[in-house]
């Protein structure tokens, strides 16, 4: 669920600014999922734009302090949200932790790193959702830590079906700062995208598990 409009779009073009989304329809990426994409969103590019992270940093603090209110603790999905989590914590105050794929299997074996107490509330930050499964068993993991999930911030979600109903289903609340469809719209009018493209991201877009190049 986006959570504001203008936000959304702005987002969107900051993204599409320091091309953070790659288009190859023509060599399409493997997803971690096994799915082939035309479109690759790497939002950890923006780490690297001081001005760009600070608004990213600032618009998902904002959400949370309105939606929540200020949790106890700021947990960031490794690995790509570890850095936009750290920022989000570092402005409101708040302690932050790191939620592992799967425990580590030497030293201590954590798959959270940083202190986390039992029945502290947790706000978990994304930097992108697909269909949402490493994010909810990130969630999963920490509720299994005693933790008290208040919901979930991402920076962009494909808005897929399959995420939506993951989400539903695991009864955690998922906002995020923009979506696909955002994006593609002010792609177009920025004709970041050409009309080819667009045919080929709209037709991936309807069954992206079964989509082929």
């Given at each position: 669920?986006?959570?504001?409009?203008h936000t959304a779009n702005k987002t969107a073009e900051?993204?599409?600014?320091?091309?953070?989304?790659?288009?190859?329809?023509e060599n399409p990426f493997s997803w971690a999922s096994?799915?082939?994409?035309?479109?690759?969103?790497?939002?950890?590019?923006l780490l690297s734009f001081p001005v760009i992270r600070?608004?990213?940093?600032?618009?998902?603090?904002?959400?949370?302090?309105?939606?929540?209110?200020?949790?106890?603790?700021?947990?960031?999905?490794?690995?790509?949200?570890?850095?936009?989590?750290?920022?989000?914590?570092?402005?409101?105050?708040?302690?932050?932790?790191?939620?592992?794929?799967?425990?580590?299997?030497?030293?201590?074996?954590?798959?959270?790193?940083?202190?986390?107490?039992?029945?502290?509330?947790?706000?978990?930050?994304?930097?992108?959702?697909?269909?949402?499964?490493?994010?909810?068993?990130?969630?999963?993991?920490?509720?299994?830590?005693?933790?008290?999930?208040?919901?979930?911030?991402?920076?962009?979600?494909?808005?897929?079906?399959?995420?939506?109903?993951?989400?539903?289903?695991?009864?955690?609340?998922?906002?995020?700062?923009?979506?696909?469809?955002?994006?593609?719209?002010?792609?177009?009018?920025?004709?970041?995208?050409?009309?080819?493209?667009?045919?080929?991201?709209?037709?991936?877009?309807?069954?992206?598990?079964?989509?082929?190049?």
């Amino acid at each position: 669920m986006i959570l504001d409009k203008h936000t959304a779009n702005k987002t969107a073009e900051l993204l599409l600014q320091i091309n953070a989304i790659k288009l190859r329809p023509e060599n399409p990426f493997s997803w971690a999922s096994g799915w082939n994409s035309p479109i690759y969103c790497d939002n950890r590019i923006l780490l690297s734009f001081p001005v760009i992270r600070n608004y990213v940093k600032e618009e998902i603090a904002k959400q949370v302090e309105e939606l929540y209110g200020k949790p106890d603790i700021i947990a960031g999905v490794a690995t790509g949200a570890i850095g936009i989590g750290v920022l989000v914590a570092e402005y409101l105050g708040l302690p932050f932790i790191y939620v592992r794929p799967e425990a580590k299997s030497h030293g201590r074996k954590n798959q959270i790193e940083g202190l986390l107490e039992k029945d502290q509330t947790v706000v978990v930050i994304e930097d992108l959702i697909s269909t949402g499964k490493s994010s909810l068993n990130a969630v999963e993991a920490l509720a299994n830590h005693g933790a008290k999930i208040k919901g979930m911030i991402a920076i962009f979600t494909y808005g897929f079906d399959v995420a939506a109903k993951n989400f539903e289903e695991n009864k955690v609340v998922l906002h995020t700062l923009s979506d696909f469809e955002t994006l593609i719209q002010l792609a177009v009018e920025t004709n970041y995208v050409k009309e080819e493209q667009l045919q080929t991201l709209m037709e991936w877009r309807k069954d992206p598990s079964l989509w082929k190049p």
